[in-house]
């Protein structure tokens, strides 16, 4: 036991040894070129495309509103003309149309429904058709009675003016009703008796009370009385008054 060796312990002995691996051969395509002419550059066909392009050329580029749609090209013909042609001269002399009365024109029939107003929103010639629901056809100012006063304010100022017409006359009347007018003396006589007639009446009524009046009903009634006999008393004297001038004048 003795004689055996033990290697003394050291971190060197518990670090795992490099494995060194070999890459492999780069991969080269067979049809790439071995040999290399002069008079190319040495790294010809090694990028992702030729060294050099062409320019395009101008006139290959996309122009302007080629792709729009456009309208068909007019055919010139004895029904098409335009403003750089000259129509043909009028035919002279004896060549001329007879003079009369113009023929009868027949009433066209309109073709297919009407069409909706539209209005041009882009100088494309994008159309957009509006219709009355949108509020940007001008409907009002189109129908035949634009700026007459309507009908229902033309009813109602009658109404109205009605029924000032009948307070008016019911004011007229009320002040014919309530004027003076001229009684007759036999009027006015029986106008008094009857004055004193209600009078006599009240002062008897007004005799009938007690002594002593200790009531409230009792003091109320007394002075209504009296207060009705003044009143009566005052309109006599003023008919007695009225009746003594007319009888001096």
């Known amino acids: 036991m003795a004689g055996d060796f033990f290697p003394l312990e050291s971190i060197h002995n518990f670090i795992e040894k490099t494995v060194i691996i070999e890459k492999p051969q780069r991969y080269v395509s067979k049809f790439r070129p071995t040999v290399v002419e002069e008079t190319k550059p040495t790294n010809y066909m090694k990028t992702m495309g030729p060294s050099k392009l062409e320019m395009p050329m101008p006139t ?19 029904s098409h003309y335009t403003c750089l042609m000259k129509k043909p001269s009028v035919p002279a002399g004896p060549f001329l149309p007879p003079v009369g009365t113009p ?32 509020g940007l056809i001008p409907v009002y100012i189109r129908k035949k ?4 006063v309507p009908n229902y304010l033309l009813r109602r100022k009658a109404k109205h003016q009605k029924a000032l017409d009948e307070y008016n006359l019911n ?8 004027t003076m ?7 006015c006589q029986d106008i008094i008796e009857g004055l004193k007639q209600k009078y006599n009446e009240l002062n008897s009524e007004y005799l009938r009370l007690p002594f002593m009046i200790d009531t409230p009903s009792m003091k109320t009634k007394k002075v209504r009385l009296e207060a009705e006999m003044k009143q009566l008393e005052d309109d006599i004297k003023l008919l007695d008054r009225f009746e003594s001038i007319c009888h001096t004048k």
């Open 171 to 178: 004011v007229k009347r009320q002040e014919q009703h309530e």
């Open 145 to 148: 009675d634009y700026g007459e």
């Open 181 to 187: 007018k001229c009684l007759s003396d036999r009027e």
């Open 60 to 78: 290959n580029f996309l122009k302007k509103h080629s792709k729009e749609p456009r309208l068909p090209e007019i055919k010139q013909g004895k």
């Open 103 to 134: 023929p009868k024109r027949k009433p066209t029939t309109p073709k297919g429904p009407k069409q909706l107003p539209s209005v041009v929103d882009t100088n494309k010639g994008h159309k957009e058709c509006h219709t009355k629901n949108t």
